[in-house]
C-alpha cells in the first residue's frame, strides 16, 4: 500500500476525523443500499467510483486487493467490500457502519415488497424501471472495469491469467475454482522466475482457511436443528439456517436460489418453489445486496421478527469472515508467494466481473434505446465524471416515461 493511503487512512481514524469519517461512511453506504441496482458487479463498480475516483480514499491498488480478497471468503462479496473499506477507513465502528448502512436500506426496501406480497398475492411490477436502468449500469461497470483494469492488469503475464480466466468462466467453471486456480497458477510463476517468499505464511494459509472453518461450524450447527423432512418452523432454527448460508455460500443469486431450494422447499418445506422464486427475484430487482431475499423470506414465514431473525442470519457471517481477514491483507502483500497468490485472484476477480458484465449487457441492450442510454451514461462517465446514482436515476426515470407514453 501506497504511502498516501496509509496517510489518509490515519487522518481519518484519529480525533474528530473519526466521526466525520463515520458519518461520511454512514450517508455514502446509505445512499449505495437505497440505489445501488445490478448486483454485485454493479455495488463493486459504483463504489470504486465513490471511495477511489471522488473521494480518494484508497488508490485503485488497495481497492483492488480488497476486492479479490472478497472473493476468497464466502458471502454477498459487495457487503463484505463495503465493510472492508469500512474498515481501512475508520477501523472497528467504520467496519459496522458502512457494513449496516449498507444492508438496512435493501433490507427495508425488500421488507415492503414481502409486506405487498403477503397483503395483495404478487411481487409488483419493475421491468420498466430496470429498462432505463440495466444499460446505464453496464456503462458504470464497464467504466469500473476499465479503471481496476489498468491498475491490476500491467503485464502480458496478467492480462493472459484474466483472459484464461475469463474463458474458464465462460466454459462453466465454478467461480471458486477459477479464482483458486488463477492464484495457484501466479504462485507457480513467482517460484519459477526465481523470486521464493519471505518468512510469512503462504497465501492459502493467510487467506482461505479460517473463514472456511467457521463456515463449516456453523453450517454443523445449523444442521443439526433440523435434520428430519418437514421441520418445524422456529425463529431459532430460521436464523441458524441463515447463518449457515451466509458462512458457506460462494456465487451468483443463482447458486443462492439452488442453496435455499434445497432445504427450504424440498427438506425443511417451509415454503412454496414459486414463494422461493419471488423472493430471489425481489433480492435481485431490488437495490442493495441480492442476500437481502432472506429478508423477503423471513417475512413470509414469521413476519417482521422473522425478517429480522432471517436478515441477521445471512449477514452476520460476512462481518465476521472480513473481521478476520481484513488485517491479513497488509501482511499478504509482505509476503513474495502470498502477494502473488493475491495478484492472481485479483486477475481472475477483474475476469469474472467481466464475463457476468458481458452476460448482463446481453440481457439489458436489447433495442436502440437501452444502446443510446448505455453509450450516453459511458459517454458522461468518463467524459464529465457524472456520478453514477444521478446516471441510474435519470435511466429509471427514462425507462418508466418510455413504457407508459
Known amino acids: 500500500m501506497g504511502n498516501d493511503s496509509v496517510s489518509r487512512e490515519g487522518a481519518a481514524t484519529s480525533g474528530e476525523g473519526r466521526g466525520a469519517a463515520l458519518w461520511e461512511l454512514a450517508r455514502l453506504f446509505f445512499r449505495l443500499g437505497a440505489t445501488a441496482f445490478g448486483g454485485p458487479a454493479a455495488h463493486v463498480a459504483m463504489m470504486e467510483d465513490e471511495v477511489v475516483r471522488r473521494r480518494g480514499w484508497m488508490t485503485r491498488e488497495d481497492f483492488l486487493d480488497l476486492y479479490g480478497a472478497t472473493n476468497l471468503i464466502p458471502g454477498p462479496s459487495s457487503t463484505e467490500l463495503a465493510i472492508h473499506i469500512g474498515h481501512r477507513r475508520a477501523g472497528w465502528a467504520g467496519l459496522l457502519v458502512a457494513g449496516g448502512c449498507f444492508i438496512v436500506p435493501a433490507a427495508l426496501i425488500t421488507l415492503g415488497f414481502a409486506w405487498g406480497y403477503v397483503r395483495f398475492g404478487a411481487v409488483p411490477e419493475m421491468s420498466a424501471l430496470l429498462y432505463g436502468v440495466k444499460p446505464v449500469i453496464i456503462a458504470v461497470v464497464a467504466q469500473a472495469l476499465w479503471g481496476l483494469g489498468r491498475a491490476g492488469l500491467r503485464s502480458p503475464r496478467s492480462l493472459g491469467l484474466a483472459a484464461l480466466c475469463a474463458g474458464a468462466s465462460l466454459f462453466g467453471i465454478h467461480e471458486l475454482a477459477v479464482l483458486a486456480g488463477a492464484g495457484v497458477l501466479a504462485v507457480s510463476h513467482r517460484l519459477a522466475a526465481g523470486r521464493p517468499a519471505g518468512p510469512?505464511?503462504?497465501?492459502?494459509?493467510?487467506?482461505?482457511?479460517?473463514?472456511?472453518?467457521?463456515?463449516?461450524?456453523?453450517?454443523?450447527?445449523?444442521?443439526?436443528?433440523?435434520?428430519?423432512?418437514?421441520?418445524?418452523?422456529?425463529?431459532?432454527?430460521?436464523?441458524?439456517?441463515?447463518?449457515?448460508?451466509?458462512?458457506?455460500?460462494?456465487?451468483?443469486?443463482?447458486?443462492?436460489?439452488?442453496?435455499?431450494?434445497?432445504?427450504?422447499?424440498?427438506?425443511?418445506?417451509?415454503?412454496?418453489?414459486?414463494?422461493?422464486?419471488?423472493?430471489?427475484?425481489?433480492?435481485?430487482?431490488?437495490?442493495?445486496?441480492?442476500?437481502?431475499?432472506?429478508?423477503?423470506?423471513?417475512?413470509?414465514?414469521?413476519?417482521?421478527?422473522?425478517?429480522?431473525?432471517?436478515?441477521?442470519?445471512?449477514?452476520?457471517?460476512?462481518?465476521?469472515?472480513?473481521?478476520?481477514?481484513?488485517?491479513?491483507?497488509?501482511?499478504?502483500?509482505?509476503?513474495?508467494?502470498?502477494?502473488?497468490?493475491?495478484?492472481?485472484?485479483?486477475?481472475?476477480?477483474?475476469?469474472?466481473?467481466?464475463?457476468?458484465?458481458?452476460?448482463?449487457?446481453?440481457?439489458?441492450?436489447?433495442?436502440?434505446?437501452?444502446?443510446?442510454?448505455?453509450?450516453?451514461?459511458?459517454?458522461?462517465?468518463?467524459?464529465?465524471?457524472?456520478?453514477?446514482?444521478?446516471?441510474?436515476?435519470?435511466?429509471?426515470?427514462?425507462?418508466?416515461?418510455?413504457?407508459?407514453?
Open 200 to 405: 510469512s505464511p503462504g497465501a492459502a494459509a493467510v487467506a482461505v482457511p479460517v473463514p472456511l472453518a467457521g463456515g463449516a461450524a456453523v453450517a454443523g450447527g445449523a444442521a443439526a436443528t433440523a435434520a428430519a423432512v418437514g421441520a418445524p418452523f422456529g425463529l431459532l432454527p430460521l436464523f441458524l439456517f441463515f447463518a449457515k448460508v451466509g458462512s458457506v455460500l460462494f456465487g451468483s443469486g443463482y447458486v443462492l436460489l439452488a442453496f435455499l431450494r434445497a432445504d427450504l422447499v424440498e427438506r425443511y418445506r417451509w415454503m412454496t418453489e414459486a414463494q422461493l422464486l419471488d423472493a430471489v427475484a425481489v433480492g435481485q430487482v431490488t437495490p442493495g445486496p441480492v442476500f437481502t431475499a432472506a429478508t423477503f423470506i423471513g417475512y413470509l414465514l414469521g413476519r417482521v421478527p422473522g425478517a429480522l431473525v432471517a436478515t441477521a442470519g445471512i449477514f452476520l457471517p460476512a462481518f465476521f469472515f472480513v473481521a478476520l481477514s481484513g488485517p491479513l491483507i497488509p501482511r499478504v502483500r509482505r509476503s513474495a508467494v502470498a502477494s502473488a497468490f493475491l495478484d492472481g485472484v485479483n486477475a481472475a476477480s477483474l475476469a469474472l466481473m467481466a464475463v457476468v458484465s458481458f452476460r448482463l449487457a446481453r440481457a439489458a441492450v436489447v433495442d436502440w434505446l437501452t444502446g443510446a442510454l448505455a453509450i450516453a451514461a459511458a459517454l458522461l462517465l468518463i467524459r464529465y465524471r457524472v456520478s453514477s446514482l444521478w446516471l441510474i436515476l435519470a435511466g429509471a426515470v427514462i425507462g418508466v416515461a418510455s413504457v407508459h407514453l
